[in-house]
């Protein structure tokens, strides 16, 4: 209940600061948009973000997210052999045009679906994962409810609109961020493929160039993943890094690969033009003395590792000011409320952070009790 109050504080405080007025005058291409940043989740640029549209390939951001949580759950390894099905070598679209019976290592697969957004291997790690790509799809529409990603429903890992249910094949700008920011966050190994301009398989004899030509373009590039049907249009979910803020800029059914690009170079440089993600530090001594405790001191550390998106133009004047008890008396439990950090930049305060035990300190027993008093004794005399 403390961490959910302190939350709620900490976005009340500072979404009045965060400078929105610009974003309406932004004008991007697309049926919807949005732009988020990926630390804290806020949404700085929204247009039609909840719309139920076609996501062609971008729905391989939530097959390379389960891919991803496999490898470092310790599921699958990196090494491990994957075999290419019928069923796999007969996808349509963008491929490495797999064979039936041929091996490759996940790496390899990984790098295919990130790079060139092959169908083939999505399938095949699909089939590798779950035994078929329908029981993973049921994996994929799982991860969706737990994600809160209200706006989607998959019905194959690829995206692919060419089978009788694609109709209901739906997500949302938003709920391509939410996914997004999960898989840049929770696993930013991603990015060693996301990164990748060219690259081959098969022992350097298949090339395989980016779709997603930001890559190359726009500094700061971090991934992730493009898209393109007939019924779709062109989509993206672009991400890019500067100064420690990484941002995810979506945007759905552009009429071209230009647009969609211009679209998202657009949002990405708007958040990157107003915001600055700031981490407060914590300075001087943050211990508070523990009466009757087994130990005379307890650290005090901040409640959550608050990460605070702000108004630029407030980032250079931000300062903290801690406050914390005076004394506390055993026994303290971690996680026990010490005080409170204060973000401020000038006289505006950013933000307020409970600062809280690194540690328990129990009570001392009657007989280390004795023994304390004994050594006080001593010493005085």
């Known amino acids: 209940m403390r961490k959910i109050l302190a939350l709620s504080l900490l976005l009340a405080l500072l979404l009045p600061l965060l400078p929105r007025a610009g974003a309406a005058a932004l004008e991007v291409e697309g049926k919807s948009a949005v732009l988020m940043d990926a630390a804290t989740g806020t949404v700085l640029y929204e247009k039609n973000a909840h719309e139920k549209l076609a996501p062609a390939s971008v729905t391989k951001v939530m097959t390379l ?13 990196w090494n491990d052999t994957v075999t290419a099905s019928e ?8 491929q490495i045009y797999l064979k039936v019976g ?12 990130a790079v060139s957004s092959a169908n083939d291997c999505a399938c095949a790690m699909a089939e590798h994962l779950a035994g078929s790509e329908g029981a993973f799809v049921e994996l994929m529409n799982a991860r969706v409810k737990e994600l809160g990603m209200n706006d989607t429903h998959f019905v194959n890992c690829t995206g692919l609109d060419d089978g009788p249910e694609a109709e209901n094949h739906k997500t949302s700008a938003y709920d391509i961020a939410l996914m997004s920011r999960e898989l840049l966050v929770s696993h930013p190994d991603i990015k060693k493929f996301t990164t990748i301009w060219m690259d081959t398989v098969r022992n350097g004899t298949f090339g395989l160039s980016n779709t997603n030509k930001l890559i190359r373009f726009y500094p700061g590039a971090t991934g992730l993943k493009t898209g393109f049907t007939s019924g779709a249009g062109y989509c993206l979910s ?16 552009a009429e071209t690969s230009q647009g969609r690009n211009a679209a998202c170079k657009t949002l990405l440089d708007y958040g990157f033009a107003n915001y600055a993600l700031v981490t407060p530090e914590v300075t001087g001594d943050a211990a508070v003395p523990v009466r009757l405790g087994t130990d005379g001191t307890v650290p005090a550390v901040p409640g959550e590792n608050p990460r605070l998106l702000i108004d630029k133009a407030l980032k ?12 506390i008396t055993a026994p303290v439990a971690e996680g026990q409320q010490l005080g409170l950090l204060t973000v401020r930049s000038g006289d505006q305060v950013l933000a307020q ?22 050594q006080v004794m001593a010493m005085g005399g």
């Open 316 to 327: 250079s004047g931000v300062t903290t000011d801690m406050q914390l008890e005076p004394e």
């Open 87 to 94: 069923t796999a070598a007969a996808k349509g679209g963008s």
């Open 238 to 253: 672009a991400t890019a890094e500067r100064e420690g803020m990484e941002l995810i800029a979506v945007v759905m059914g």
């Open 102 to 113: 041929e091996t490759m290592s996940v790496t390899d697969m990984v790098k295919s679906i």
């Open 65 to 77: 997210l389960l891919i991803m949580e496999a490898v470092d759950s310790g599921k699958i390894g």
């Open 353 to 374: 952070v409970p600062m809280v035990a690194a540690r328990e300190v129990p009570r001392m027993t009657w007989g280390q009790l004795l023994v304390r008093v004994l």
